[in-house]
Antibody, heavy 117, light 111 residues
Framework: VQLVESGGDLVQPGRSLRLSCTAS????????MSWFRQAPGKGLEGVGF??????????EYAASVKGRFTISRDDSKSIAYLQMNSLKVEDTAVYYC?????????WGQGTLVTVSS | QSALTQPPSASGSPGQSVTISCTGT?????????VSWYQQHPGKAPKLMIY???KRPSGVPDRFSGSKSDNTASLTVSGLQAEDEADYYC???????????FGGGTKLTVL
C-alpha cells in the first residue's frame, strides 16, 4: 500500500496549483481519501477529504480553505487531486494525502508548496 | 488554535512509561469511539499508531496503547525506547460536517 504525492512547487500569491496523490496496492475506489498540510515548524492541519463513490463521492473542507480548494478523484487511475486556487502566503506547507476519512493510514511522503512573491 | 488539546511536551527515561492526553468535548472525543493517534519523526510523514481509541495497526509494538475517559483520550507508551522520541498527534471524528479535528501535537523526549 503506497501513496505518492506530486505537483508541489513555488508559486506566487493568487496563483493556482494542482496536487496529485497516486495510490497503489489497494482498491482505491473502496476508500475515502484525505488531504492534510503542515506549515514549517507547525502541527498537522486538515485540508479536506473526499468520500468513496459508493457514499456519493462528496467532499468536506476545513474552513481555512473552503471556497478556494477542491478535492476530486479519478478511481479509474487511482488518483486523488487537490486543486488549490487563490493561493495565499499562509498556504505554504508540506501537503500530505492519506487514506481514510476518520483514521488515516498510510500517508504519502508529502509535497512542498511554497507561496511567495 | 487546535480543536483538541494536547500538552506541548512530555518526557521519560528509557524503560519508563509516559502518557499523553488529548482533551476534547462531548462533540468529538466524548461522543465517538473514533480517536486515533499518529507518530511523526522529524522530516517524515505521520504514522498511525492507534485507531478507534484502543486498536493497534499491524506492526505497531504493543508498548503503545490507547484509552478514553469522558472527553479525554490518552496514549501510553510503555518501556520507552530511544526511537519513540517523536511528535504525537491525536485526532477524533466529530461528525460528518466537522472533519479533520486534530490536536496541536506533543513532543515526546526520551531522556
Amino acid at each position: 500500500v503506497q501513496l505518492v504525492e506530486s505537483g508541489g512547487d513555488l508559486v506566487q500569491p493568487g496563483r493556482s496549483l494542482r496536487l496529485s496523490c497516486t495510490a497503489s496496492g489497494f482498491t482505491f475506489r473502496d476508500y475515502s481519501m484525505s488531504w492534510f498540510r503542515q506549515a514549517p515548524g507547525k502541527g498537522l492541519e486538515g485540508v479536506g477529504f473526499i468520500r468513496r463513490e459508493a457514499y456519493g463521492g462528496t467532499t468536506e473542507y476545513a474552513a481555512s480553505v473552503k471556497g478556494r480548494f477542491t478535492i476530486s478523484r479519478d478511481d479509474s487511475k487511482s488518483i486523488a487531486y487537490l486543486q488549490m486556487n487563490s493561493l495565499k502566503v499562509e498556504d505554504t506547507a508540506v501537503y500530505y494525502c492519506t487514506r481514510g476519512g476518520y483514521s488515516y493510514s498510510p500517508w504519502g511522503q508529502g509535497t512542498l508548496v511554497t507561496v511567495s512573491s | 488554535q487546535s480543536a483538541l488539546t494536547q500538552p506541548p511536551s512530555a518526557s521519560g527515561s528509557p524503560g519508563q512509561s509516559v502518557t499523553i492526553s488529548c482533551t476534547g468535548t462531548s462533540s468529538d472525543v466524548g461522543g465517538y469511539n473514533y480517536v486515533s493517534w499518529y507518530q511523526q519523526h522529524p522530516g517524515k510523514a505521520p504514522k498511525l499508531m492507534i485507531y478507534e481509541v484502543t486498536k493497534r495497526p499491524s506492526g505497531v509494538p504493543d508498548r503503545f496503547s490507547g484509552s478514553k475517559s469522558d472527553n479525554t483520550a490518552s496514549l501510553t507508551v510503555s518501556g520507552l525506547q530511544a526511537e519513540d522520541e517523536a511528535d504525537y498527534y491525536c485526532s477524533s471524528y466529530a461528525g460528518s460536517n466537522n472533519w479533520g479535528v486534530f490536536g496541536g501535537g506533543t513532543k515526546l523526549t526520551v531522556l
